[in-house]
């Protein structure tokens, strides 16, 4: 780490929990790598303090942060300005703050993108994809997926109004892709198995070692592939279960290094050398 000084920039991450967070270590390298007077500091933020986390960007110069689980949506509010990319999915992960104004923009939409293109060599364009989960990660996927001109997206959640909610409105904003929502269960999903190029799983099922009970994952087309936003060290339960059929399957380590990289990007005008963040975060968690 570049010695700290008056000079020194001051980056961080706003969460809560953060301290299981692994972006310090992958962005103090890149700062590092390249000789950026620089440092990036987990904050741990309740939900009652986010507002005056925001207003600290202000008061303490801060020149950027990423923001993770509970504050993405609420963010967007407390900014100058967003991107069209965090408008659009309604969700912040990182805030700029330049010439006096924070700006919001939202890169884990870009960052799956490009994950899902390095690590699977999926290219959405004309392609079938159901997605589990109607959270924020699901409008990330469902806006990236959409604006790369996939044909046909189903999102399922248990709560299906939720996932009805984020089908209506990239229907109503996508008309080159159809979009359909389920109620997240084995028998509802089943008959659509055999029909999907990817499954995106974009719920925190996998996190603490949980399984999708009584699905049969069998019934996917054998060209399909599975992408898992949750990450492990030995893989996801799913990213294991789908591996050990044949599938092709990746998790979301990739997605967090590339959402990383165009963050740096973002606050730096510089972007870090190719693969270093994603190097740093297999060695963190013992991929080696």
Same mark, same amino acid.
């Given at each position: 780490?570049?010695?700290?000084?008056?000079?020194?920039?001051?980056?961080?991450?706003?969460?809560?929990?953060?301290?299981?967070?692994?972006?310090? &270590?992958?962005?103090?390298?890149?700062?590092?790598?390249?000789?950026?007077?620089?440092?990036?500091?987990?904050?741990?933020?309740?939900?009652?303090?986010?507002?005056?986390?925001?207003?600290?960007?202000?008061?303490?110069?801060? &020149?950027?942060?990423?923001?993770?689980?509970?504050?993405?949506?609420? @963010?967007?509010?407390?900014?100058?300005?967003?991107?069209?990319?965090?408008?659009?999915?309604? &969700? @912040?992960?990182?805030?700029?703050?330049?010439?006096?104004?924070?700006?919001?923009?939202?890169?884990?939409?870009?960052?799956?993108?490009?994950?899902?293109?390095?690590?699977?060599?999926?290219?959405?364009?004309?392609?079938?994809?159901?997605?589990?989960?109607?959270?924020?990660?699901?409008?990330?996927?469902?806006?990236?997926?959409?604006?790369?001109?996939?044909?046909?997206?189903?999102?399922?959640?248990?709560?299906?109004?939720?996932?009805?909610?984020?089908?209506?409105? %990239?229907?109503?904003? %996508?008309?080159?892709?159809?979009?359909?929502?389920?109620?997240?269960?084995?028998?509802?999903?089943?008959?659509?198995?055999?029909?999907?190029?990817?499954?995106?799983?974009?719920?925190?099922?996998?996190?603490?070692?949980?399984?999708?009970?009584?699905?049969?994952?069998?019934?996917?087309?054998?060209?399909? @592939? @599975?992408?898992?936003?949750?990450?492990?060290?030995?893989?996801?339960?799913?990213?294991?279960?789908?591996?050990?059929?044949?599938?092709?399957?990746?998790?979301?380590?990739?997605?967090?290094?590339?959402?990383?990289?165009? &963050?740096?990007?973002?606050?730096?005008?510089?972007?870090?050398?190719?693969?270093?963040?994603?190097?740093?975060?297999?060695?963190?968690?013992?991929?080696?």
């Amino acid at each position: 780490m570049t010695e700290i000084d008056g000079h020194t920039r001051v980056y961080g991450i706003f969460g809560f929990p953060v301290t299981h967070s692994l972006s310090p &270590a992958m962005h103090n390298e890149a700062f590092a790598r390249m000789g950026i007077n620089a440092v990036y500091l987990p904050f741990p933020v309740p939900p009652a303090r986010l507002s005056e986390a925001v207003l600290s960007l202000r008061a303490l110069a801060i &020149a950027g942060v990423n923001v993770t689980i509970p504050h993405k949506e609420r @963010v967007c509010a407390m900014v100058d300005e967003l991107s069209d990319e965090a408008r659009l999915i309604g &969700a @912040v992960n990182t805030v700029v703050h330049r010439d006096a104004k924070l700006t919001g923009h939202n890169t884990d939409c870009s960052g799956f993108m490009a994950s899902l293109a390095e690590d699977l060599h999926f290219d959405s364009q004309g392609k079938r994809i159901l997605v589990l989960g109607a959270g924020g990660a699901c409008r990330a996927v469902t806006a990236g997926l959409c604006l790369a001109g996939a044909a046909w997206i189903g999102i399922a959640d248990m709560n299906p109004e939720k996932a009805r909610g984020i089908a209506e409105l %990239f229907a109503h904003r %996508f008309k080159g892709t159809q979009l359909a929502s389920f109620v997240c269960e084995p028998g509802t999903l089943s008959p659509w198995l055999p029909t999907v190029d990817l499954v995106v799983n974009a719920t925190p099922v996998g996190m603490k070692g949980e399984v999708f009970e009584g699905y049969d994952w069998r019934l996917l087309a054998g060209h399909a @592939v @599975v992408y898992d936003l949750v990450y492990s060290p030995t893989g996801t339960p799913l990213t294991r279960a789908l591996g050990a059929m044949g599938y092709r399957a990746a998790d979301g380590l990739g997605m967090l290094a590339a959402q990383g990289e165009e &963050a740096f990007y973002l606050w730096t005008g510089k972007r870090p050398p190719p693969g270093l963040m994603k190097k740093r975060l297999e060695k963190l968690v013992s991929r080696e």
